[in-house]
C-alpha cells in the first residue's frame, strides 16, 4: 500500500489571511502543494467559533466549499477534503447540494469529511442541535446519499417527497465520505455508512474538549483500524481510508518543519503498516514564503524520499 499526503491549509493563516497570502492567492497554494506531489489539499470548518474557545487553542477557518472551489479551478489533480464538515451545521440537502456541485466543478475531485462537531457555543450561535448532533449526522448522511441518486429519502428528521437536486454528482453514488472523530459512534459510522475514517491524534486534556477518547499512540491507533476493517470484511465491504495527521504534528508547533520531517519520514512505513492510508499535514508557516519552503522541504523528505 502507498501512502497518500494531505496538507490542510494553515488554519492560523486564515486571521491574518491579507499580510499572509502577500501577493498570491488560495489558488496559487493549492497549485504548490499539487505540483510538489501531495495528493490532497484540505479545509476545515468553523462558521462561527466563540472567543473563549479562540483563546485557548481554537482557530478560524474558511467556508470549506468556497475555499476548496477555488483550489479545484486552480488544479487538475489533488482530492479536495472537507476536514471536517460539521453536518449539523446545516441541512443535509444544501450540504448535498454544495458537495454535488463542487464535485461536478471539480471533475469529480471532492471527499466530503464529516463529522458530529464537539463545540458546543457554536451549535449554540447557529441555532443548531448540540444535544441530537450523532443522531442528525445518521440520517444525515442517508439523506445525502439519497439526495445524490436522485431518490426521495424516507426518515424521521429529514424525509422528503417529490423533490430532486441537479446536477448530480460525477463520483457515481457521490464523493466518498470520511468519517472524523475518535468516539465510538464515529467509528461505527465509519465502519458501517461511509468510505473512510479520520481519528485525532489527542492527549488527554485534548479529548476533555473534543469529548472524545484520547488517542496517543500508534500501536493503539493500528488496533483500532484492524478491528474497523475486520468488521468491514464480515460485511462485505472493503478496507476503510484511513486518513491521520501524525502524532509527531505538535513538532510543528513546538519546533520547525525540518524537525517534523525527521522525525516522521522513518516512521512513514509503520503508518502506513498500521492502517493509515492518508496522511495529514498542516504546515504552521507564518507567510507564504514560508509555506513555499515548507512545502518544498516536505515534498523532499517525505513524498519524493
Request: charged share 25%; with cysteine.
Amino acid at each position: 500500500m502507498t501512502l497518500r499526503f494531505n496538507v490542510m491549509f494553515p488554519m492560523r493563516a486564515v486571521k491574518h489571511y491579507p499580510q499572509w497570502i502577500g501577493g498570491g492567492c488560495l489558488g496559487k497554494a493549492a497549485k504548490l502543494i499539487e505540483d510538489a506531489g501531495f495528493d490532497g489539499f484540505s479545509m476545515s470548518e468553523h462558521p462561527y467559533p466563540d472567543k473563549d474557545w479562540l483563546a485557548n487553542g481554537g482557530h478560524h477557518a474558511f467556508d470549506p466549499f468556497v475555499s476548496l472551489s477555488m483550489a479545484a479551478e486552480a488544479t487538475e489533480r489533488i482530492r479536495l477534503i472537507t476536514y471536517v464538515m460539521v453536518a449539523g451545521y446545516r441541512s443535509p440537502y444544501l450540504g448535498a447540494k454544495s458537495a454535488s456541485s463542487l464535485d461536478v466543478l471539480s471533475g469529480g475531485r471532492l471527499t466530503l469529511g464529516m463529522a458530529a462537531g464537539y463545540l458546543k457555543a457554536e451549535f449554540d450561535a447557529l441555532g443548531a442541535d448540540f444535544a441530537r448532533r450523532g443522531k442528525l449526522l445518521d440520517e444525515a448522511i442517508a439523506a445525502m446519499r439519497a439526495t445524490w441518486a436522485g431518490v426521495d429519502h424516507d426518515g424521521p428528521e429529514f424525509a422528503v417527497r417529490n423533490h430532486i437536486s441537479l446536477p448530480l454528482p460525477t463520483q457515481s453514488g457521490g464523493p466518498p465520505i470520511w468519517i472524523g472523530g475518535n468516539s465510538k459512534a464515529a467509528q461505527r459510522r465509519a465502519v458501517e455508512s461511509a468510505d473512510g475514517w479520520m481519528p485525532m491524534a489527542q492527549n488527554a486534556r485534548t479529548a476533555e474538549i473534543t469529548r472524545t477518547p484520547a488517542l496517543e499512540n500508534i500501536e493503539t491507533l493500528r488496533s483500532l483500524i484492524t478491528t474497523q476493517n475486520k468488521r468491514r470484511a464480515e460485511m462485505g465491504k472493503p478496507d476503510l481510508d484511513v486518513c491521520f495527521a501524525p502524532f509527531e504534528k505538535d513538532l510543528l508547533r513546538t519546533e520547525c518543519s525540518a524537525a517534523f520531517c525527521a522525525e516522521l519520514a522513518p516512521r512513514l512505513d509503520e503508518y502506513c503498516d498500521s492502517g493509515v492510508t492518508w496522511i495529514t499535514i498542516e504546515p504552521s508557516s507564518r507567510s507564504y514564503d514560508d509555506f513555499v519552503r515548507d512545502i518544498e522541504l516536505m515534498s523532499d523528505t517525505l513524498i519524493r524520499r
